[in-house]
T-cell receptor, first 113, second 113 residues
Framework: DQQVKQNSPSLSVQEGRISILNCDYT??????FLWYKKYPAEGPTFLIS?????DKNEDGRFTVFLNKSAKHLSLHIVPSQPGDSAVYFC????????????FGSGTQLTVLP | EAGVTQFPSHSVIEKGQTVTLRCDPI?????LYWYRRVMGKEIKFLLH????????ESGMPNNRFLAERTGGTYSTLKVQPAELEDSGVYFC???????????FGPGTRLTVT
């Protein structure tokens, strides 16, 4: 049973526009959420995170929004750049565990020049 | 500051053989995690070390997998004997504290034939 779901396997966006990647989770014990970016043949690269006590966190072009009641988070990238083309993974962890990450299946983002 | 490094980058072995993967975490990171991605599916947790102690090995698939972290520095993950279903990419990650972002290595691609 997947506790973290990314229902869109792929997304294409024009350069300069906004990219919105979505993630849903089922485990109400998750209290820390992260987004990672992954290029082929490389490991996931940490992008941005958010704690469950917040509903928004911003870092440059990247903003993560958390809606706890809907068990939904999203990553906004604006403006999108061709170098942003990669697989984006949503991940979550819960307090009291080893803080291991539970990952979604990823969304392939393609930013078209 | 050097990132997480993993060796080898790729290993091809026959069923029944033994393979040992190595991970060097970021210096000063007490927390070390092993994850695995099989057949392009989700990245899944295997186990967690704090310094030299195993804190959680609930994700280890079976007793053919043995992880160690002697001295609390680098870690090894041994698969003995390897089976076809062990093929995948094995990632190592480290973090300074639990509940903070984890930094991933480039992964070891294991192919069992």
């Amino acid at each position: 049973d997947q506790q973290v779901k990314q229902n869109s396997p792929s997304l294409s966006v024009q350069e300069g526009r906004i990219s919105i990647l979505n993630c849903d989770y089922t485990n109400s014990m998750f209290d820390y959420f992260l987004w990672y970016k992954k290029y082929p043949a490389e490991g996931p690269t940490f992008l941005i995170s958010i704690s469950s006590i917040k509903d928004k966190n911003e870092d440059g072009r990247f903003t993560v929004f958390l809606n706890k009641s809907a068990k939904h988070l999203s990553l906004h990238i604006v403006p999108s750049q061709p170098g942003d083309s990669a697989v984006y993974f949503c991940a979550a962890s819960e307090e009291g565990s080893a803080r291991q990450l539970t990952f979604g299946s990823g969304t392939q983002l393609t930013v078209l020049p | 500051e050097a990132g997480v490094t993993q060796f080898p980058s790729h290993s091809v072995i026959e069923k029944g053989q033994t393979v040992t993967l190595r991970c060097d975490p970021i210096s000063g990171h007490d927390n070390l995690y092993w994850y695995r991605r099989v057949m392009g599916k989700e990245i899944k947790f295997l186990l967690h070390f704090v310094k030299e102690s195993k804190q959680d090995e609930s994700g280890m698939p079976n007793n053919r997998f043995l992880a160690e972290r002697t001295g609390g520095t680098y870690s090894t993950l041994k698969v003995q004997p390897a089976e076809l279903e062990d093929s995948g990419v094995y990632f190592c990650a480290s973090s300074q504290q639990q509940g903070t972002e984890q930094y991933f290595g480039p992964g070891t691609r294991l192919t069992v034939t």
